[in-house]
């Protein structure tokens, strides 16, 4: 089998990879002004920078929303379309390794993907992700980049902003710890500083998440979470979910190629279906 290239395409960020013989090679992401843009070059720049000729590739395949804009293969090469939620759980399966498992992609905003063996159903989701994080920042810190404010949050203090149980009570509450969250924002103020409010906003975005997706677990023997998606590479990720995971008895897991699981999932739906 030749290469198999398995492209996300957001409407402003593409993310690309190729598989060969079950191995993903050198994943990488573009940005453009637009996703037509965004994917003939991140394609471009993808094959010329592994030195992959058109000929070794057998299949192209598209999933996320701005692959609706695409109507006809990519450069003459047979171009099929997965499913957004299957390439979801894919992914994820194939990268952490787990069969059963509640998938969170943590997109512009977050979807729900049930996965359980060949089973693969969207459950839900919640408009808050990166959109949200991106618009907030905007209106309150003046800047949308999230890499400038996860640097800011490094150096605030959650505290400042949020309302903890142990402000509001003197003793710890049945299953509720004293430095767990009450209120998110509860305890902020109109001086707070830049940095306190960098880190509000990021602390609100993944709880929201990692609760939506708790949630989603009840009444189910599921009790592993794959995070996938862009705002995995936050370091906030690292404080957030394993105190949750103490909390609701949960294991989240981040694989390696946590913001490339779309696109490797996308290139898996054409691999499987093959080897049937």
Do not use: W
């Not at 509640?102 to 063996?117: D, E, H």
């Not at 902003?161 to 305890?187: C, E, Q, R, W, Y």
């Amino acid at each position: 089998m030749g290469i198999v290239i398995g492209i996300d395409v957001g409407i402003s960020t593409t993310k690309i990879v190729g598989i060969r013989d079950m191995i993903v090679l050198s994943p990488m992401r573009i940005t453009a002004a637009d996703p037509v843009t965004s994917l003939y070059g991140a394609f471009g720049k993808y094959i010329y920078e592994n030195h992959i000729e058109l000929k070794d590739i057998e299949q192209v395949m598209l999933t996320g929303v701005g692959s609706a804009y695409i109507d006809k293969p990519l450069y003459g090469l047979p171009t099929q379309k997965s499913e957004e939620f299957v390439a979801d759980g894919l992914g994820a399966r194939f990268e952490s390794g787990i069969d059963k498992a509640i998938v969170v992609s943590m997109g512009t905003g977050t979807s729900l993907v049930l996965c359980k063996g060949d089973e693969i159903r969207h459950i839900g989701g919640i408009g808050m992700g990166g959109g949200t994080l991106a618009g907030l920042s905007r209106v309150i810190l003046q800047t949308s980049d999230i890499k400038q404010v996860s640097a800011l949050a490094m150096h605030g203090d959650i505290s400042k902003v949020n309302l903890s149980i142990g402000d509001i009570s003197a003793h710890a509450l049945p299953g509720l710890p004293m430095d767990v969250t009450a209120s998110l924002f509860g305890k902020a103020q109109t001086d707070a500083a830049k940095e306190d409010i960098a880190v509000g906003l990021i602390h609100m975005v993944l709880q929201t998440i990692g609760s939506a997706a708790v949630l989603s677990a009840l009444n189910t023997d599921i009790r592993e979470l794959v995070l996938i998606g862009n705002l995995t590479l936050l370091p906030q990720c690292r404080d957030v979910f394993p105190i949750m995971e103490k909390l609701y008895q949960v294991h989240f897991n981040i694989p390696k190629y946590s913001q490339f699981c779309t696109a490797i999932g996308a290139a898996l739906d054409y691999i499987y279906k093959i080897e049937g």
